[in-house]
């Protein structure tokens, strides 16, 4: 198959020269938010590389995540960072960056990943969801339309994404004949390290930076990224969520219908509690 390197969109098609600055400069909760995506995804290339050492001798998987997603990754930090930067250039994002990376980076190891192939790629479907529901809740939050179109741009990149980490899934489930209990287990676990580590570490790195004088300060930093958290929980989109979550289970269509209104009262909390 030809997995040449070409994107979807690129960073050359958004015109930062119109930004509309007014509408969202003062607005320190959608800075605490955009910046501190654009050090997760900024990172992806680590990831990427201990994905196609885990799937090592799947040529095609491989390929995709090297020339397909790798790529879409780093041009969606790339493109959050330079938004951060126009909007706010005082904001050393450079090193902010850095401190997270020293942080992060130490969590993206291959032992974090699941043992069993198929596993990875269900928590990899979880990954997605919540990066395909959190740029949907930015797109639904902005109204600067410039931020719109990259946050659905994005979007769409992760939706997309989690498709083809599905189809992978769908073939290692019947290559090591998983379990459902075996594939929520590792919904969960992903789930679980998403909201404790990622989301978490990013935000206390933005914060750490803008505000260097309450460095580790747990109840100041609650107070300036609490209200930030809270909006985003407040535009998660609950009832695509939790499809996405558990399509993995493969679970019988009444017994899925029956589960995805209650669940999609409390999804908000699988990913910001």
Request: hydrophobic content about 40%; aromatic content about 10%; proline content about 4%.
């Given at each position: 198959?030809?997995?040449?390197?070409?994107?979807?969109?690129?960073?050359?098609?958004?015109?930062?020269?119109?930004?509309?600055?007014?509408?969202v400069r003062h607005d320190e909760h959608l800075f605490l938010l955009l910046c501190s995506a654009s050090f997760?995804?900024?990172?992806?290339?680590?990831?990427?590389?201990?994905?196609?050492?885990?799937?090592?001798?799947?040529?095609?998987?491989?390929?995709?995540?090297?020339?397909?997603?790798?790529?879409?990754?780093?041009?969606?930090?790339?493109?959050?960072?330079?938004?951060?930067?126009?909007?706010?250039?005082?904001?050393?994002?450079?090193?902010g960056f850095k401190a997270f990376w020293n942080d992060y980076g130490a969590l993206c190891t291959n032992e974090?990943?699941?043992?069993?192939?198929?596993?990875?790629?269900?928590?990899?479907?979880?990954?997605?969801?919540?990066?395909?529901?959190?740029?949907?809740?930015?797109?639904?939050?902005?109204?600067?339309?410039?931020?719109?179109?990259?946050?659905?741009?994005?979007?769409?990149?992760?939706?997309?994404?989690?498709?083809?980490?599905?189809?992978?899934?769908?073939?290692?489930?019947?290559?090591?004949?998983?379990?459902?209990?075996?594939?929520?287990?590792?919904?969960?676990?992903?789930?679980?390290?998403?909201?404790?580590?990622?989301?978490?570490?990013?935000?206390?790195?933005?914060?750490?930076?803008?505000?260097?004088?309450?460095?580790?300060?747990?109840?100041?930093?609650?107070?300036?990224?609490?209200?930030?958290?809270?909006?985003?929980?407040?535009?998660?989109?609950?009832?695509?969520?939790?499809?996405?979550?558990?399509?993995?289970?493969?679970?019988?269509?009444?017994?899925?219908?029956?589960?995805?209104?209650?669940?999609?009262?409390?999804?908000?909390?699988?990913?910001?509690?």
């Amino acid at each position: 198959m030809d997995y040449s390197p070409a994107l979807p969109w690129t960073l050359e098609s958004l015109n930062f020269a119109e930004i509309d600055i007014a509408r969202v400069r003062h607005d320190e909760h959608l800075f605490l938010l955009l910046c501190s995506a654009s050090f997760v995804e900024s990172g992806s290339d680590l990831y990427t590389h201990n994905l196609i050492e885990h799937f090592d001798g799947d040529l095609e998987l491989q390929a995709w995540l090297r020339e397909h997603w790798e790529h879409e990754e780093l041009q969606h930090g790339r493109a959050l960072a330079a938004y951060v930067q126009h909007v706010w250039p005082e904001f050393d994002w450079e090193s902010g960056f850095k401190a997270f990376w020293n942080d992060y980076g130490a969590l993206c190891t291959n032992e974090q990943l699941e043992p069993s192939r198929g596993l990875e790629l269900a928590a990899r479907c979880v990954v997605e969801t919540g990066t395909a529901s959190l740029y949907r809740a930015l797109n639904d939050i902005v109204d600067e339309p410039v931020l719109k179109q990259l946050t659905s741009h994005i979007k769409s990149d992760e939706v997309r994404h989690y498709k083809h980490f599905y189809q992978a899934f769908q073939r290692y489930r019947e290559q090591e004949r998983l379990g459902r209990y075996k594939v929520f287990r590792a919904i969960v676990r992903r789930v679980n390290e998403i909201r404790n580590e990622d989301s978490d570490i990013a935000l206390r790195h933005v914060f750490n930076q803008c505000y260097p004088q309450y460095k580790d300060d747990k109840a100041q930093f609650q107070k300036v990224a609490g209200p930030a958290q809270a909006l985003l929980r407040r535009h998660i989109p609950a009832e695509m969520t939790v499809k996405m979550l558990l399509k993995p289970l493969d679970l019988p269509p009444r017994l899925q219908q029956t589960l995805e209104k209650p669940l999609a009262r409390i999804s908000e909390r699988l990913f910001l509690q």
